[in-house]
């Protein structure tokens, strides 16, 4: 079975700019979720996606958005981007209901 | 709220055991899971826990949980070079979101 995929895995964007990351979850998986990971601040929950509706949210501006496609596949999208925002952002795919989280290898975002 | 709490760092020797300690905060029902992420990667479930067990074996890795302290612990015996990673504990309420609340990570350093 596939784990889970996330691209790309690199990506430079300078302030101002907006960034879209996309993730598949391993097949049967319907639960995704995204993470984002600093040095400062550990791992921040960002939002959870399931069955194409955003069920939980983290303490993240507007700036940070997802959807989820019919096919459990799902995006990230950062608008107005900030030099804070550079990290690693984490997706993780679950089965339905439980903590049990699979986690993709990331996207390491630098903003210039 | 929740809230789990680990020390940053941990060195020990090849061969010695690790132990890599957690506090927890919320005090109902719950999973408490260890996730290993190692550089590069996304974190990799290593184990969990249910709140009515008192202790998990698996292999070299032994939890301990002691619910009256909200503390919880993973052992890993005979440490080797490929042990090294940083070490999340994380722990979510079964009925309600499932999102796990991680920690600040351990970084476990192992040398000859």
């Known amino acids: 079975k596939a784990g889970v995929t996330q691209t790309p895995r690199y990506l430079i964007k300078t302030r101002g700019q907006q960034v879209t990351l996309s993730c598949s979850p391993i097949s049967g998986h319907r639960s995704v979720s995204w993470y984002q990971q600093t040095p400062g601040q550990g791992l921040q929950f960002l939002f959870e996606?399931?069955?194409?509706?955003?069920?939980n949210k983290g303490n993240f501006p507007g700036r940070f958005s997802g959807r989820q496609f019919s096919n459990s596949r799902s995006e990230m999208n950062v608008s107005t981007l900030e030099l804070g925002d550079s990290a690693l952002y984490l997706c993780?795919?679950?089965?339905?209901?439980?903590?049990?989280?699979?986690f993709g290898e990331g996207s390491r975002l630098t903003v210039l | 709220g929740e809230d789990v709490e680990q020390s940053l760092f941990l060195s020990v020797r090849e061969g010695d055991s690790s132990v890599i300690n957690c506090t927890y905060t919320?005090?109902?029902?719950?999973?408490l899971y260890w996730y290993k992420q190692e550089p590069g990667a996304g974190l990799q479930l290593l184990t969990y826990i249910f709140s009515n067990m008192d202790m998990k074996q698996d292999q070299r890795l032994t939890v301990l949980l002691n619910k009256k302290d909200k503390h919880l612990s993973l052992r890993i015996a005979d440490t080797q070079t490929g042990d090294s990673a940083i070490y999340f504990c994380a722990e979510s309420i079964p009925g309600g979101s499932y999102i796990p609340t991680f920690g600040r990570g351990t970084s476990l350093i192992v040398h000859p």
């Open positions: 919320d005090s109902s029902s719950t999973y």
């Open positions: 996606y399931f069955s194409e509706t955003q069920r």
């Open positions: 993780a795919s679950s089965p339905e209901n439980t903590g049990e989280l699979f």
